[in-house]
């Protein structure tokens, strides 16, 4: 199977910090990894995606300075929450993808982030 | 806007039971998909159907994608406690993009 993980699993930090995330593919290379946001008893929903070697695109309503994403590697993307408030506490899932279009996404196991 | 919604959103059930959940869509897609997440983790793929009217089953999960591609729903035949979990469905939109309902939250109580 195809393994994705994220690091931290759990984060709490003080309102105005910076948070970084990342998510890593660990046994198949990802040509595009997705971000996506789920609030409590909400669906997931898609912040950006994120091509290997260039910049991501970003939803429609996602602050792109606020959520800063760098996919560096073919397995590896990280998200950093800038100037982090109360409001941006939610659950944070990776998912990515071997090939493209329509191929199978791998989600990771979440971060949790909790803003104080 | 929210593309599929899920019903019911929340369904408890005595061990045994049978319950069908439903994902629907005025929205047509080229395949749907299936995901079981449990609190805390990641969603994790149960299964995709590609053609109307597709019937696949998953030991005593049976889904069906219906005859327009709008709709799907999810079987579970003598549900067990391990069945309990959130179970979402997606369909891919626009530039292959992943688009998810709120979930069916299933408990199955022993």
């Known amino acids: 199977g195809a393994v994705v993980s994220q690091h931290p699993s759990r984060v709490i930090c003080k309102s105005g910090t910076s948070v970084k995330i990342e998510c890593r593919s660990l046994?198949?290379?990802?040509?595009?990894m997705f971000w996506y946001r789920q609030f409590p008893k909400q669906s997931l929903m898609l912040m950006a995606t994120?091509?290997?070697?260039?910049?991501?695109?970003?939803e429609q309503g996602v602050e792109k300075d606020k959520f800063l994403i760098n996919h560096a590697s073919l397995t590896l993307s990280t998200l950093t929450v800038t100037s982090a408030h109360p409001e941006d506490s939610s659950f944070y899932i990776c998912?990515?993808?071997?090939?493209?279009?329509?191929?199978?996404?791998?989600f990771g196991p979440g971060t949790r982030l909790t803003v104080l | 806007t929210q593309l599929l919604e899920q019903s019911p959103q929340f369904l408890s059930i005595q061990e045994g039971e049978n319950l069908t959940v439903y994902c629907n869509s005025s929205?047509?897609?080229?395949?749907l998909q299936w995901y079981r997440q449990e609190p805390g983790e990641g969603p994790v793929l149960l299964v995709t159907?590609?053609?109307?009217?597709e019937v696949k089953k998953l030991k005593r999960l049976t889904f069906q994608f219906g005859d327009a591609r709008k709709d799907s729903s999810l079987h579970i035949t003598a549900a067990q406690p391990g069945d309990t979990g959130l179970y979402l469905c997606?369909?891919?939109?626009?530039?292959?993009?992943?688009?998810f309902g709120k979930g069916n939250q299933v408990v199955v109580i022993p």
């Open positions: 998912s990515a993808r071997k090939g493209r279009g329509t191929d199978t996404q791998y």
């Open positions: 046994d198949f290379q990802a040509t595009t």
């Open positions: 994120s091509n290997e070697g260039s910049k991501a695109t970003y």
């Open positions: 929205s047509v897609f080229s395949s």
């Open positions: 159907v590609v053609t109307g009217g």
């Open positions: 997606a369909g891919f939109y626009g530039n292959n993009r992943l688009a």
